[in-house]
């Protein structure tokens, strides 16, 4: 119910050439359709068809409406763990219940909740295996330029690290940058790097250090002194 009082309804809205798309909740078609557009069309009206979806209509107060009740009304998604089409014809043939779907259209959808468990679980393991990266990393840098100050802020100068691999199997390390400052820094932080999927390289990948090329000279100076009055 809308605060006017006046009930919402679902509508089916998607874009013409490739059919993505979604429930829109609105009090009126017009609204509806202007929504879908928005969010599956670059905002144009041409090209976005809006029909009524009367059996979404009990979802209009939440607004979330479970995968598994679109699939049984023609709609269809792909699972998040596996990549696999699903839909009512997918899932007969992999002998998989509509009911088992875990997902809703706004969330990461699964075929099922083996899946689902399945990513939890490898999302907790890629998640360790950064920090590690990052710890390990970190650790390189303070033992390397033991006066460096690590950054944690602002977002996009904290540490990072991406990692591939798979559940049960090993997690390789694909990038990993910690930035920091030091004393002398005019133009911007200093990183250490290691970027084994970037870039042309030759033999095996190793972690470099690297600056603003207008804090080259300072940089030197700073990771010499440092060398220097290393025990």
């Not at 059996?55 to 679109?70: H, K, L, N, Q, Y």
């Not at 099922?112 to 970190?138: M, N, P, T, V, W």
């Not at 033992?143 to 559940?167: F, S, W």
Request: proline fraction near 5%.
């Amino acid at each position: 119910m809308s605060k006017s009082g006046k009930r919402m309804k679902a509508y089916a809205v998607q874009e013409d050439c490739e059919g993505t798309g979604g429930i829109v909740f609105a009090k009126h078609a017009i609204v509806a359709r202007r929504e879908g557009a928005n969010e599956y069309n670059g905002g144009e009206f041409h090209g976005v068809t809006c029909r009524r979806a009367k059996w979404a209509d009990e979802f209009a107060e939440t607004g979330i409406v479970p995968a598994s009740v679109m699939i049984a009304n023609g709609w269809w998604f792909e699972c998040s763990y596996c990549g696999q089409k699903i839909d009512e014809d997918s899932l007969y043939d992999r002998r998989l219940p509509i009911s088992g779907v875990v997902g809703s259209q706004h969330s990461l959808i699964f075929c099922c909740k083996s899946h689902a468990l399945k990513h939890r679980l490898e999302d907790a393991q890629r998640k360790r295996a950064e920090a590690e990266g990052i710890k390990l990393f970190s650790e390189m840098v303070l033992k390397r330029l033991p006066d460096a100050k690590l950054l944690v802020e602002p977002q996009n100068l904290r540490p990072h690290a991406y990692v591939r691999g798979h559940l049960g199997g090993p997690w390789v390390y694909s990038q990993i940058i910690i930035s920091f400052t030091f004393p002398g820094m005019k133009i911007g932080p200093a990183s250490l790097r290691y970027e084994a999927d970037y870039g042309v390289r030759i033999g095996p990948c190793r972690p470099t250090f690297s600056c603003c090329n207008g804090d080259r000279e300072a940089f030197e100076a700073f990771a010499e002194a440092q060398k220097m009055a290393a025990p």
